[in-house]
């Protein structure tokens, strides 16, 4: 009998130990892994030096209150925010999100939220009321109001951007909602109506960002210049950490006692995430873009023309064969395996799911 609520299906797995991209659970079967932990893990699970940084830190001290100054917060700020933007650091994405509709809210002195359908920006009460997933909403009415929905990629979205606007939320990659890729002439469609409405452009980077596209953030492949961006997942590697980027021009709106967390900047979690900055070069990144064109070219040669069968079925027999995969929305099989993984392991991957679906084919044939 479990001591926990039942808030996760969870499979029938214990991980307890990882090395590179490999899992191992309490039964010693390994597993190759391709969902870094839902994207947190971009640098596997024995990174040298995010190991070091952290075990460093851990012999001073894990945790000062933030009234104190801190120099890694600000190392790590400097080295995630940029010359434009401030950092304001908490725990998790769904409180970047919070934070970012506060911090739309503040700025403008409105109360109007726009976002789209299939998006996902988390799970309390600011963050589930911007998120176009009506399954995660069933019994928690009501929530917080004056929250618009529009269509994602559609032209007939951008009227909803009006003068009583305070903020737009979006991903530039929908990753829960069946990863959706927004089109570029439709980003920058939105953003112009932001800037014509007085609004905040808010991109939530919280699974798009950290190298996980080839590029420190999704938005700079579209030449994108948003006010807010959010980050989480990837930037402790797997110690809890958000962050919320605002540009330093709306500096005055988060004053000495506007927002606050007991943990903003937990210094295992910092000295996490400055161990992955200092590796995010752009040698690393074009390493990255280099294998996710081989990935891409083996799924469009390969998969891309399978017909389609269930995903959670292929998720468990793809367990059963040693590799770690999630779903999305829509039954897509969503992929996010650490961004170290080389190029033969990836392979290695590919192919077990190849196998899998043409027998599920087969099968239902």
Not at 118 to 145: D, Q
Not at 252 to 278: I, M
Request: net charge negative; aromatic share 8%.
């Amino acid at each position: 009998m479990s001591n926990i609520f039942n808030t996760y299906n969870q499979y029938p797995i214990d991980i307890v130990a990882g090395h590179d991209w490999h899992l191992t659970d309490k039964n010693g079967q390994t597993y190759l892994d391709f969902t870094s932990g839902i994207g947190v893990c971009n640098f596997g699970y024995s990174n040298e030096q995010i190991t070091d940084n952290v075990f460093e830190q851990a012999t001073k001290i894990w945790h000062t209150s933030n009234l104190y100054q801190s120099q890694l917060t600000e190392d790590v700020a400097g080295l995630l925010a940029g010359p434009d933007k401030l950092a304001f650091f908490c725990n998790s994405g769904t409180e970047a999100n919070e934070a970012a509709m506060k911090f739309a809210r503040k700025t403008t002195g409105r109360s109007k939220m726009v976002t789209f359908h299939n998006s996902f920006h988390g799970r309390t009460y600011g963050a589930m009321s911007l998120t176009g997933n009506e399954a995660i909403k069933v019994g928690y009415a009501p929530l917080v109001p004056d929250v618009t929905f529009g269509d994602y990629n559609s032209n007939s979205a951008l009227s909803l951007i009006d003068d009583q606007t305070a903020g737009v939320i979006l991903e530039v990659v929908q990753g829960e909602g069946g990863v959706i890729n927004g089109k570029p002439d439709w980003l920058t469609k939105v953003q112009t109506a932001c800037h014509q409405a007085g609004a905040l452009l808010i991109i939530d980077e919280v699974q798009t960002g950290i190298g996980r596209t080839g590029k420190k953030f999704a938005y700079q492949h579209y030449n994108l210049n948003p006010d807010v961006v959010t980050v989480a997942k990837g930037i402790g590697n797997g110690l809890p950490l958000g962050a919320m980027l605002g540009k330093k021009k709306f500096a005055a709106t988060f004053g000495p006692g506007s927002q606050g967390t007991t943990f903003d900047g937990n210094k295992l979690s910092l000295a996490a995430a400055k161990g992955v900055l200092q590796q995010l070069t752009p040698s690393f990144l074009a390493m990255v873009d280099e294998k996710a064109a081989s990935v891409w070219n083996y799924l469009n040669e390969k998969i891309d023309t399978l017909p389609v069968v269930d995903v959670n079925d292929v998720i468990t027999q793809l367990q059963a064969k040693g590799l770690l995969t999630l779903s999305a929305k829509h039954n897509t099989l969503r992929l996010l395996p650490p961004l170290v993984m080389t190029e033969h392991d990836l392979k290695k991957g590919l192919d077990m799911i190849t196998d899998v679906l043409e027998s599920a084919v087969t099968t239902t044939a």
